[in-house]
């Protein structure tokens, strides 16, 4: 039986991005183990019928010691497992685990771009994220490797830096989503129309440029529209704190829900989504989501978040950090119900072309047959 070690920085994002890969990955033959942080989250990994082995990791920190900490325990690890596929998901597992990789000859390696982030942010790479591109352009040379991209962004800046050769590149437009269970469902007819934002409350991901564009319409939609802000706060140290986010929410108007796991109720009782991130994103899910079940979309013209918008067909791309333009097309959106209910329709159309977790998975099984000489 050959074995498959899946590397994710967390459990909780193992079970909302990959869980359906690992278990068809199960059925196709391979061992699975999943190698993640525990939030929490360990039991509902291991309820799937997978092995779970902790990874000490800090997914945003910059401590050398602790860095170093992950890379030989990686290292440590590939030895004693004798995978035949690793495959890393996300910036840091792939620099570490891909010199890991390396050091050990895995036999086949998967890495997957799934979004560069705040390193990347410039428009030219820094000193920093050049040195990173650096490492991993030694590690993938000569090693049997499918780079996975999200988007056309990333992957024409990893072959322009040599971090990759074109055989070694496959592109996968995101995550994919349970089109069954993230089922099209027009919006409610009843209450205050609901504008709805999922992801960590981070600045780069466009939370305060939504509660400044909230602002801009509180006088005119106080009593018509509530502002509904998903999601967890983040440890990194730039990171918005939780004091200013309760300071900049009224619990009404404005809502910070925190930490949800019912988001496609959520979703579902939604009319729009907003999300103007700027932070270099893969294909964000929580668009993806917002696309499968029928709800337009304002969000930035930047990476990866672009990619889930067909500008003014299934929503709005404005630019970054720009509250007038999204309260602009937000006010758009709030006096016309036809427009809604039509991005809606196209919105979901899109995401059966593009975004079915179905495809996702099957090409994430050719990928192992590839690298593990059976295709």
């Given at each position: 039986m050959k074995r498959l070690l899946l590397i994710v920085n967390e459990d909780r994002f193992f079970l909302s991005h990959r869980q359906e890969i690992a278990l068809m990955a199960k059925k196709e033959g391979f061992d699975v183990t999943v190698v993640c942080k525990d939030t929490g989250r360990s039991d509902e990994v291991r309820n799937l019928g997978l092995s779970m082995i902790e990874l000490p990791i800090n997914p945003t920190g910059t401590n050398l010691k602790e860095e170093f900490s992950t890379l030989l325990f990686l290292k440590r690890l590939y030895a004693e497992q004798k995978p035949d596929i690793v495959h890393h998901v996300g910036l840091k597992n792939i620099l570490w685990g891909g010199i890991a990789a390396k050091l050990n000859k895995i036999p086949g390696v998967v890495n997957a771009v799934c979004g560069l982030g705040v390193l990347f942010a410039g428009e030219e790479p820094s000193l920093k994220a050049r040195a990173v591109m650096k490492v991993m352009s030694w590690s993938n040379k000569g090693m049997n490797i499918s780079e996975i991209f999200q988007n056309n962004d990333d992957m024409s800046l990893f072959k322009a830096e040599g971090v990759v050769t074109e055989s070694q590149c496959d592109f996968i437009k995101g995550s994919g989503v349970n089109l069954d269970n993230y089922h099209y469902m027009p919006e409610p007819t009843e209450g205050k129309i609901k504008v709805l934002f999922t992801g960590r409350m981070v600045k780069e991901k466009g939370v305060i440029t939504l509660?400044?564009?909230?602002?801009?319409?509180?006088?005119?939609?106080?009593?018509?529209?509530?502002?509904?802000?998903?999601?967890?706060?983040?440890?990194?140290?730039?990171?918005?704190?939780?004091?200013?986010?309760?300071?900049?929410?009224?619990?009404?108007?404005?809502?910070?829900?925190?930490?949800?796991?019912?988001?496609?109720?959520?979703?579902?009782?939604?009319?729009?989504?907003?999300?103007?991130?700027?932070?270099?994103?893969?294909?964000?899910?929580?668009?993806?989501?917002?696309?499968?079940?029928?709800?337009?979309?304002?969000?930035?013209?930047?990476?990866?978040?672009?990619?889930?918008?067909?500008?003014?067909?299934?929503?709005?791309?404005?630019?970054?950090?720009?509250?007038?333009?999204?309260?602009?097309?937000?006010?758009?959106?709030?006096?016309?119900?036809?427009?809604?209910?039509?991005?809606?329709?196209?919105?979901?159309?899109?995401?059966?072309?593009?975004?079915?977790?179905?495809?996702?998975?099957?090409?994430?099984?050719?990928i192992y047959s590839r690298l593990s000489g059976e295709a």
């Open positions: 509660i400044e564009a909230a602002e801009k319409l509180r006088s005119e939609f106080t009593d018509k529209v509530e502002f509904l802000l998903c999601g967890d706060l983040s440890c990194n140290p730039d990171a918005i704190k939780r004091d200013e986010l309760l300071a900049r929410c009224d619990g009404g108007y404005i809502q910070w829900l925190g930490f949800r796991r019912d988001v496609l109720d959520l979703l579902l009782a939604s009319h729009v989504m907003a999300f103007p991130s700027f932070y270099r994103e893969g294909v964000p899910l929580s668009l993806i989501e917002a696309c499968a079940v029928g709800r337009p979309i304002v969000t930035c013209d930047s990476v990866g978040c672009r990619d889930t918008v067909d500008d003014g067909v299934n929503g709005f791309l404005i630019s970054p950090r720009d509250s007038d333009a999204l309260a602009e097309k937000l006010k758009i959106l709030f006096l016309d119900k036809a427009l809604r209910d039509s991005m809606g329709r196209k919105g979901r159309k899109k995401a059966e072309r593009e975004f079915s977790i179905q495809m996702v998975v099957d090409k994430h099984m050719n």
